[in-house]
Nanobody, 120 residues
């Protein structure tokens, strides 16, 4: 069973918006920290945003003020609202999670990714 399943990617023009969703399987619960990562062709994967089990969030400098991470514990769903999209936001977006032991999230569980393409 795939622990995390992303959806919501697509193609959009610069300045547009997309909302990504990530549904977690049964064993992932509210005690987990979760995050969104992205990887563009030829580039290393980077963390875009994270949220811990208590709801505290963090963002990469490149997306602050444009992206918002949130979660619905009842639906076991993680979201990433992306506004004012730029061509450099293009990439495969992955959802990740792990047990929250405090400190840095280890992100041991991953989804298969959803593609986001932003055209200029």
């Amino acid at each position: 069973q795939v622990p995390l399943v992303e959806s919501g990617g697509g193609s959009v023009q610069a300045g547009g918006s997309l909302k990504l969703s990530c549904v977690a399987s049964g064993f992932i619960d509210n005690s987990y920290c979760m995050g969104w990562f992205r990887q563009a062709p030829g580039k290393e994967r980077e963390e875009v945003a994270g949220i811990d089990s208590g709801g505290s969030t963090n963002y990469a400098d490149s997306v602050k003020g444009r992206f918002t991470i949130s979660k619905d514990n009842a639906k076991k769903t993680l979201y990433l609202q992306m506004n004012s999209l730029k061509p450099e936001d293009t990439g495969m977006y992955y959802c990740a999670a792990d047990r929250d032991f405090g400190g840095r999230c280890l992100f041991g569980y991953w989804g298969q990714g959803t593609q986001v393409t932003v055209s200029s």
